[in-house]
């Protein structure tokens, strides 16, 4: 499957490969936009992150490759490629890239 083409169904993608790494930056890329929530895969280089912001819904994050801190408020904490972290929503969080790492963020509405 391409990497321009669009998710679809009954078809298996390599999650980690449909989004590439870029020194000293993130990437992310939509991968579902419903009324139900979002899917959407990113990227982070060595040392990238996102500044505390909270979300009025629930998020799970599911680490494809490499190592972040997520500080969920106040509580940080450390996962790496197969593990997964709940963000409650309402609840101030930060990420950091321990390593370059890659994502995938669902979001549940």
């Known amino acids: 499957m391409s990497k321009q083409e669009q998710l679809t169904p009954a078809t298996a993608i390599d999650l980690a490969a449909w989004v590439e790494y870029s020194p000293g930056s993130v990437v992310s890329k939509t991968?579902?936009?419903?009324?139900?929530?979002?899917?959407?895969?990113?990227?982070?280089?060595?040392?990238?992150?996102?500044?505390?912001?909270?979300?009025p819904f629930d998020a799970l994050v599911q680490v494809l490759d490499g190592e972040v801190e997520i500080t969920l408020g106040g509580k940080p904490v450390r996962a790496k490629a197969g593990q997964i972290v709940l963000m409650p929503a309402n609840v101030p969080h930060s990420l950091q890239a321990v390593t370059r790492f890659k994502m995938l963020l669902t979001m549940i509405r």
């Open 31 to 55: 991968l579902v936009n419903k009324k139900a929530g979002t899917l959407t895969l990113f990227s982070f280089d060595a040392d990238q992150g996102l500044s505390e912001h909270s979300a």
